[in-house]
């Protein structure tokens, strides 16, 4: 099976609110949520990777730091391992360039978007993290 290794973003704002981002019916899994990064690409550092991926698709300017979360999925017919990182916003605001939608959402009411199968352990855990 196909394994790829996925960096994505952790990102709070000063209200504790979690960035959430909609995946647009022109991606692969259209229209689930997930925390917004891509695929580490081969002999790329993944905090390198995250920033570029975020300058991408959100086109604002992060500084990668801690990983959160490390976790494989197995779709059916490829492997994600998901690598899930806390970030910091250096410049610019997040606007959503290739995702459907962008959302700042409480951890509280994370579980209430339809995640991205690969993210749930994640959210889970961001979700009994303390502030
Ligand atoms: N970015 C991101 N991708 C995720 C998450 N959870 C999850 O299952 N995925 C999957 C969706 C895609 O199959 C894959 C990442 O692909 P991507 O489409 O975001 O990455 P990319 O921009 O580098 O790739 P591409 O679509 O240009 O081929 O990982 C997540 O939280 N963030």
């Given at each position: 099976m196909k394994k790829i290794t996925v960096v994505a973003a952790i990102l709070e704002n000063e209200q504790e609110e979690v960035l959430c981002a909609l995946r647009s019916?022109?991606?692969?899994?259209?229209n689930m949520w997930e925390f917004p990064g891509g695929k580490v690409e081969e002999g790329e550092d993944m905090r390198t990777a995250l920033e570029r991926e975020i300058q991408e698709e959100l086109s604002c300017q992060i500084k990668a730091g801690t990983i959160f979360h490390d976790h494989t999925h197995e779709y059916e017919s490829f492997a994600v391992r998901l690598i899930a990182l806390k970030v910091d916003l250096v410049r610019g605001v997040p606007t959503a360039k290739e995702h459907a939608k962008l959302l700042w959402l409480p951890k509280d009411y994370l579980l209430s978007l339809q995640w991205a199968p690969a993210d749930l352990p994640a959210v889970e855990r961001l979700m009994d993290a303390p502030s």
């Open positions: 019916n022109e991606m692969s899994l259209p």
